[in-house]
């Protein structure tokens, strides 16, 4: 079952701004995780952000995790054609739970 | 190079038949998983396993059935398929702990006319 809804459904932006999507989730966790996935295929992973920490940066991404309010947010700057996916996060409580993800289009 | 296969891509077939998806990883994890995604949607868990012997169901009911005999194969069979079987299967593995990245396969779409 669903853990994690991300927010929103869908973004369009243009390449060269910010994209944020935002993850909330109901249970305690024991992690964060990020994963992309282009139209058809499978799912990568992005990065993981564990229970105890608030940020974490990994390239041109950056993810922030609270707690306290049971979400996380994914930052990607500086966009590009390129990162046109579907963006999901994943909560670990027992086992991996998935959203429904947020599909992102950047505009050439 | 390490990797997590899966076939065929692409299935198109009539209702009733028996059909597996096959799907291999050469990173030699433990845990291995079956996912179920329509066009858009989330990703439900419909099986996994820990190891050689070991096969659970996950969240999402099924009525497929899964083996795993050796380490790096992890099948999956429809006894016999449906139009509502139609959808997106993608296998995936990780090494324990089981709460670390998934490595996923590219998928299997299903279509059962």
């Known amino acids: 079952s669903q853990q994690g809804e991300e927010d929103p459904q869908a973004l369009s932006i243009q390449e060269g701004e910010n994209a944020t999507m935002n993850c909330s989730y109901k249970?305690?966790?024991?992690?964060l995780q990020w994963y992309r996935q282009n139209s058809g295929r499978g799912l990568v992973h992005l990065i993981l952000i564990r229970s105890n920490e608030r940020e974490k940066h990994s390239g041109r991404l950056r993810v922030t995790l609270d707690t306290s309010k049971k979400s996380s947010s994914l930052l990607i700057t500086a966009s590009r054609a390129a990162d046109t996916a579907s963006y999901f996060c994943?909560?670990?409580?027992?086992?991996?739970?998935f959203g429904a993800g947020t599909r992102l289009t950047v505009k050439p | 190079e390490a990797d997590i296969y899966q076939t065929p891509r692409y299935l198109v077939i009539g209702t009733g038949k028996k059909i597996t998806l096959e799907c291999s990883q050469t990173m030699g994890h433990d845990k291995m998983y079956w996912y179920q995604q329509d066009p858009g949607m989330e990703l439900h868990l419909i099986h996994y396993s820990y190891g050689v012997n070991s096969t659970e169901k996950g969240d999402l009911s099924s009525e497929s059935t899964v083996s795993r005999i050796r380490t790096e194969h992890f099948p999956l069979t429809l006894e016999s398929a449906r139009p509502s079987h139609t959808s997106q299967y993608l296998c995936?593995?990780?090494?324990?702990?089981?709460?670390?990245?998934?490595?996923f396969g590219p998928g299997t779409r299903l279509t059962v006319l």
């Open positions: 995936a593995s990780s090494e324990f702990p089981d709460w670390g990245e998934q490595f």
């Open positions: 994943a909560t670990f409580d027992n086992d991996m739970r």
């Open positions: 249970t305690s966790i024991n992690n």
